[in-house]
């Protein structure tokens, strides 16, 4: 297996431009975790879903921040407008079946840099 | 609230030589999963070790092993005969049924030819 896929891996962009960050998360694992790393905030997890459907968006930010899960094989984070306080490093992660046992795999991450 | 704290913000082994990197954490669950993840350079973040709760004996792999203290909530992270390619961010990682997955700070390890 490929393991998890994010695109882009680098964007820069500038202030108040939409900006999408997307996920191909491993073949047959049914959770699917976005998280954000920061110097200050550490890693944050802002959401995720279980067999496409959002089940936690409790630490999405602000409404600037969006998830989508259309299938099993995609997924997209979007911001709109973007901020120079977005700038980070986002992380896809996915697991299997009973994901509290499973380990979270995670991509290799789209480091984000808002002007 | 979970909690994971990792109270070493860098470490520092010479090659081949034994380092054990800390960490605790903060939960009323007893059912749960504690992991060991690494990040080089590459800002990959690579699974080390993994250790559930309800298991007494210690998790190992290759030259990774752990200390889970369950009482004391305490789950150290040794690597024996250190590399150089082990030089990186260590985080460990605290998840229960939820699957919300808390982090450490982190470790920063650096290793001495």
């Known amino acids: 297996d490929a393991g998890v896929i994010q695109s882009p891996r680098h964007e820069v962009t500038e202030m108040g431009q939409e900006v999408t960050l997307r996920c191909k998360p491993i073949s047959g694992h049914d959770y699917l975790f976005w998280y954000r790393q920061t110097m200050m905030r550490g890693l944050e997890l802002l959401i995720y879903f279980n067999n496409n459907v959002p089940i936690d968006d409790s630490g999405m930010p602000e409404d600037r921040f969006s998830a989508k899960m259309p299938n099993a094989s995609f997924s997209t984070l979007k911001i709109q407008p973007s901020e120079p306080r977005d700038s980070a490093v986002y992380f896809c992660a996915s697991s299997g079946y009973r994901a509290a046992q499973e380990t979270q795999y995670f991509g290799p991450g789209t480091r984000l840099l808002v002007l | 609230a979970q909690t994971v704290t990792q109270s070493q913000p860098e470490m520092s082994v010479q090659e081949a030589e034994t380092v054990t990197l800390s960490c605790t954490y903060d939960?009323?669950?007893?059912?749960?999963?504690l992991f060991w993840y690494k990040q080089p350079p590459s800002r990959q973040m690579i699974l080390v070790i993994r250790?559930?709760?309800?298991?007494?004996q210690n998790a190992t792999e290759n030259r990774f092993s752990v200390n889970f203290q369950k009482a004391a909530k305490s789950f150290s992270l040794k690597i024996s005969d250190s590399q150089l390619g082990d030089a990186a961010m260590y985080f460990c990682?605290?998840?229960?049924?939820?699957?919300?997955?808390?982090f450490g700070a982190g470790t920063r390890l650096t290793v001495k030819p």
């Open positions: 990682a605290f998840t229960y049924n939820n699957n919300d997955m808390r």
């Open positions: 250790q559930e709760a309800y298991k007494q």
């Open positions: 939960t009323s669950e007893s059912d749960y999963y």
